[in-house]
C-alpha cells in the first residue's frame, strides 16, 4: 500500500503549518492573536508547487483541518491543536475514507469477483485496522524535526 502524492503532500504541508501554527491554542487561550502561514510560504518551505499547495489547501480546510482568512493579519491556521488532528484525518481529507478494497464502497463497487468473493466481509475490520494505526500518529509527531 503506498498513499498517493497528494495524500503524501497533504501531510508534508500539514506538517509544515503546524511548525508554523503548533502553539496556536496555547497562544489562543491567552488571547493573544494566533500565527498564521501562507500558501505561498509552505510552498517554498516544502517544495511543493503553489498550485498544488492551492489544491490542497482547498481539500484540508474543506475537511475542517485548516482555517483560511483573508486581508492583514490572515493566512491560514490550523483549525485544531496539532495533538488533536491525526495522520489518518490528513490521509481522509484527501483520499476519502481509508479502504484497502473497494468492494466496501457500496458507491464505487466495481469488483468482478463480487459474487464468489469469501473476503468482502473481513475488509471492514482490516480497513479500521489500518485506520485505526493512522490515527495513533498525531500532527505533533509528524512535524517534529527528524533525527
Request: proline share 5%.
Amino acid at each position: 500500500m503506498r498513499l498517493s502524492s497528494m495524500a503524501d503532500y497533504a501531510v508534508v504541508v500539514m506538517s509544515a503549518a503546524a511548525r508554523h501554527c503548533g502553539t496556536c491554542a496555547l497562544i489562543e487561550q491567552v488571547g493573544q492573536q494566533r500565527a498564521s502561514v501562507s500558501a505561498a510560504r509552505l510552498a517554498v518551505e516544502t517544495g511543493v508547487p503553489v498550485p498544488t499547495v492551492q489544491k490542497l489547501v482547498s481539500k484540508l480546510t474543506a475537511a475542517g483541518l485548516l482555517r483560511s482568512s483573508r486581508g492583514v493579519g490572515g493566512g491560514l491556521r490550523l483549525a485544531r491543536p496539532p495533538a488533536a488532528i491525526t495522520l489518518a484525518d490528513i490521509v481522509e481529507a484527501v483520499e476519502g475514507p481509508i479502504a484497502l478494497a473497494a468492494c466496501v464502497d457500496e458507491a464505487k463497487n466495481d469488483c468482478t469477483l463480487e459474487q464468489s468473493c469469501n473476503l468482502r466481509g473481513h475488509w471492514p475490520r482490516v480497513n479500521a485496522a489500518l485506520r485505526g494505526a493512522l490515527a495513533q500518529v498525531p500532527l505533533t509527531q509528524l512535524a517534529e524535526e527528524c533525527r
